[in-house]
């Protein structure tokens, strides 16, 4: 496939350019292989450059000799586009249609973009493992590294490497990954200093109607208790939903095989529904001018704040199980890549301070989602507004960074990133220059060469004039758990996100950038009046069309 | 009175305190005339320290040889109190009653309270009509100070100084004023100086069923108006209940009399179902742990974010008329001194910057509240959870102050003054220890000598140990209209408020706090790096039992 062959049109004259909140622009429309732009025309600025990847729906509407394409993207921004002439409006929307549903990873623009201040292979966080290993080894020698899955063989969606309890070898390992759907046999996460006791996560075992066991699954988890203690598993399913799962070959943990795990189930919404929810809350949110009634209505309605309370309860039991009770927990759902994840990565940073930092996070993201196997590419296909939805959308990352930005708001000091890096993180796992989001497992971007061929995002985050956008100015190392309250009166709507580009939160984002800097004054200050100047001051972001729009390119 | 009388048992040792968030405490029960003291046992600390005035509703549950007395506070406070001893118990409560309903003005703690930084006199806005002529004629001689109502004989809810049209003398003013409900004749309250329309308010034209005129007061509102120059009559009640007015002797300005203005209305909720909506959404916040659906079901039911949403859109709309129309606006309802005030209150917020700062907020609040008639003791003596609600308690101000703090959180720079202020402003209004919300109007507080025998707020709020409390770090000096957002999805809960006592924003406060340490660090550098040093640094808030429980001493 040539990207010529879907641009029918490639320039258009005299468009206008309509958008929420921003005055309509005139000028001349540009669509390449990756990009739409729009340039103005008395003054020749650049408008609107736009990864085609990011749009979600194309809408036309033609009437006379001129037509209105809107855009609805995937980060929940709406733009319209008034074409002169029928058919160039429809070559025109049928060009983005066709490029923004081009399917062949390797066709997309991370394997295309080259920006000049990074070198490929540079950022890409190669021993995850291993760094892991290293901090748990440094408590217990109860886990060790294990490369069963080097090849990938034995569970398609994990890393080639994860951490197995030391007391088990590869080829036990092995017969236990046949037990678990899709191969994903308990790892550990977290391993919590404090009290010693483990999280670890899986997908559901295999027990079927004809309640199958594994003595080699059965001992994996056996061994991580000693005589006399206990363990929790969680499951992300209602206790009626996991019965039934047994139906179709999968199944709990029975309580005879696993005498020392006692089972929690805790409903946690997923696939379909949630992304229905989402979109139902997106298009509440884009109403223009509801009654209060009406709006608080659809909000309710749409139930994401109590999937988010959900979320947030969950990873706290999890949390709690772990510090309080001195307990270890297992968490699983059905498949292990999506609601698990959630509660296993949101416990994390409810427990501990090292995944509050900037370089933890982005760790935790790493482990916990990408290398984890959270199939980005299926679940962040389209976004709330497309209408051609397949089966398996579903925005569980949304989620997971909605509940961050929740604790977050409650805790303004613990954490050392701000909204910014998570809104950089949608939209980088929507659609992205870089490569980091790219696949659903490392099997697939091993295949697709991604980390040989596109840019790490966060190589492009960590650059010192990118990265000082994300911090928290007024992070402090706090070293305590974070129990966030989930009481629905506590749970708020994420408004950066959902209203971004309907109400432009400017004054806030000043008021934020104003505190930043304020801390920078100070520092430099106590610097200055310390005799020493900054060796190295931070350059400035770069200005101009290289950062188009917004400011933001991360997600260009 | 004697106060002695209502107290019957002054001292109870061995009482258990409880309150929600925060450890219990055992310790001896004091009640004085004013105050409600418990000192915990071993330590001897003081734990409470509460005017007993902030009290709403006393609840007492007896059980076997002891029994609890649950007090719900004015500001939405819940506190326990296990007394042993049955009789005890109850003679605790009704000593509690009784002086919480003490209804004599002058036996209220403001009369009695001295504190020795603070001499009787100071602080109080004496000239605070006079003080608005002169700005007003800086830019104008269209108007002029009337001392029309001197002996408050024309208006009894009036100040004794206001301001008049200079066309119209004091004569046909007080014939206006008979037409007039409760005599409020047409004021100026802020005059635009960027295209020189005025701001007025007043109370209902009595027309009565008869369509009754008056002649002084249509040239009143004439004279305002050039020729050919409109105006608007923004009536704070549907063009229903304005109608129906007419059956009870008061109605509109009706076209054919007032020829140049066009009326408008714009329906605000007041009275009873404004403080049942209160009382809905206090009791919603306090429900323990409800369901996601349940919570924003009775957020919606409670309708409270309605009336915000209302208020700041007429607010709007007459800044509208005013600012980009350029038309003159009178506000009234029925009486003129409830929606009224909200309307007149937030309009001069949104358009002038002289209102946005600590002083001016205060001139502005004593000005549009305090002197305009507002019937703060009437409105504000009994809370959300009173059963033995009146017929006039309504939480007019309430809805103002959360007014004022959407702007305030949709212009984090705008507004020189922070939450804590508002909360402040609303502890005092409900239970104080000065004399400035006592009263319903300066005829009343003239007739108590509340000038003369109590000390004014104003004046320890603005101690600058106090003062800086009160500030909004971000603060600078913004000269535009700051135009608020009044889209549903805009408006939030007033969580400081509303959830102050259920989930303590402690981590918010410290953010808060460190931001205000930041600037302070940032200009204290500033002057030292000029070489100078602060010659009088900001005293430190005196800290012990002064400042009580909560370290805000404004609300003792």
Chains 1, 2 share one sequence.
């Not at 949101?346 to 509050?356: N, S």
Request: with cysteine.
């Amino acid at each position: 496939m040539e990207f010529s062959e879907l641009i029918k049109t490639a320039t258009v004259e005299d468009v206008l350019l309509s958008r929420p909140g921003v005055a309509a622009v005139r000028g001349t429309l540009c669509i390449t292989s990756h990009h739409l732009l729009l340039s103005s025309c008395p003054r020749g600025d650049l408008e609107l450059w736009l990864l085609i990847r990011n749009v979600d729906a194309v809408e036309k509407r033609v009437s006379g000799s001129s037509g209105t394409i809107t855009l609805r993207c995937k980060d929940l921004r709406v733009l319209q586009l008034e074409i002169p002439g029928t058919e160039r409006c429809l070559n025109v929307a049928s060009s983005i249609e066709a490029l923004s549903s081009v399917d062949s990873v390797m066709m997309l623009y991370p394997f295309f973009h080259r920006p000049p201040s990074l070198r490929l292979q540079q950022g890409w966080h190669l021993a995850v493992a291993e760094r892991h290993l290293q901090r748990v080894a440094a408590q217990t020698s109860q886990w060790r590294l294990s490369t069963v899955n080097g090849d990938f063989s034995a569970c398609p969606s994990y890393p080639r490497a994860v951490l197995v309890p030391a007391a088990v070898g590869d080829e036990a390992v092995a017969r236990a990954a046949r037990f678990r759907q899709g191969g994903r046999f308990p790892v550990l996460c977290y391993f919590h200093p404090k009290n010693g006791t483990a999280l670890l996560r899986s997908s559901q075992p295999l027990t079927g109607p004809n309640r199958r066991r594994c003595r080699e699954d059965e001992r994996l988890l056996g061994t991580i208790l000693d005589e006399g203690e206990r363990g929790f598993v969680i499951d992300t399913r209602s206790a009626q939903a996991a019965k039934q799962a047994r139906m179709g070959g999968g199944g709990t943990e029975p309580k005879s095989c696993y005498p020392q795990w006692r089972r929690l189930h805790r409903a946690l919404e997923r696939g379909r529904p949630l992304q229905e929810s989402f979109a139902r809350l997106a298009e509440a949110c884009g109403e223009p001018a509801p009654s209060m009634e009406r709006w608080l209505g659809r909000l309710e309605g749409s139930r994401w704040l109590s999937h988010v309370k959900a979320a947030l309860s969950t990873a706290c039991l999890a949390a709690q199980c772990l510090d309080r009770e001195g307990c270890s927990v297992l968490v699983h759902g059905a498949e292990g890549t999506d609601t698990t994840l959630l509660v296993t990565a949101l416990a994390q940073l409810i427990l501990d301070p090292a995944c509050r930092t900037l370089e933890g996070f982005q760790e935790l993201l790493e482990r916990e989602w990408i290398q984890a196997g959270h199939p980005f590419q299926l679940r962040c296909a389209r976004s709330a507004s497309s209408h051609a939805r397949g089966k398996q959308e579903a925005p569980v990352f949304l989620l997971f960074l909605d509940c961050v930005w929740q604790l977050s708001r409650q805790f303004p000091f613990s954490l050392e990133f701000g909204e910014q890096l998570l809104l950089t993180l949608l939209d980088n796992a929507y659609a992205s220059a870089y490569g980091t989001f790219l696949c659903n497992n490392e099997k697939e971007r091993s295949l697709c060469k991604v980390r040989e061929s596109t840019h790490s995002l966060w190589a492009w985050l960590n650059q010192p004039e990118e990265r000082h956008k994300y911090l928290n100015p007024l992070y402090s190392h706090n070293p305590l758990v974070i129990w966030p309250s989930v009481e629905p009166q506590s749970i708020q709507l994420w408004q950066g996100f959902f209203l971004r580009w309907i109400r432009p939160s400017q004054h806030l984002d000043e008021a934020w950038v104003e505190i930043q800097r304020l801390v920078q004054g100070k520092n430099s200050s106590l610097q200055e009046s310390a005799g020493k100047r900054l060796s190295q001051p931070l350059p400035e972001p770069p200005a101009g069309t290289e950062n188009g729009e917004t400011g933001k390119a991360g997600t260009r």
